[in-house]
């Protein structure tokens, strides 16, 4: 697509066989092909269930990165009892 891409590990479930969800815990880094995200970022993932863990990643990006004005959410697939609802 010749696009920057950045890539953030996230995980809240653990234990056995992950299957149960505890506290989120965000890496302290991201991967990227660039120095900046950019001013529009594009967040693609598998799942959005309750849609904590992608609200909370949100939040740290706009901490971690404020030259980022907007955010958009796209997954394969989610939850319609999720208190999220992605973009796409």
Not at 8 to 19: C, N, Q, V
Not at 59 to 70: L, T
Request: glycine share 6%; proline share 3%; hydrophobic share 40%.
């Amino acid at each position: 697509l010749d696009k920057p891409l950045a890539a953030i590990h996230a995980s809240s479930y653990r234990g056995t066989g992950g299957m149960q969800q505890k506290k989120l815990i965000i890496a302290e880094h991201i991967a990227m092909t660039t120095n900046k995200l950019g001013k529009r970022l594009l967040i693609v993932d598998d799942l959005v269930d309750s849609g904590l863990s992608i609200q909370e990643i949100i939040k740290y990006i706009s901490i971690h990165h404020p030259e980022v004005e907007e955010i958009r959410v796209g997954v394969q697939w989610y939850k319609k009892c999720s208190d999220f609802a992605p973009h796409y």
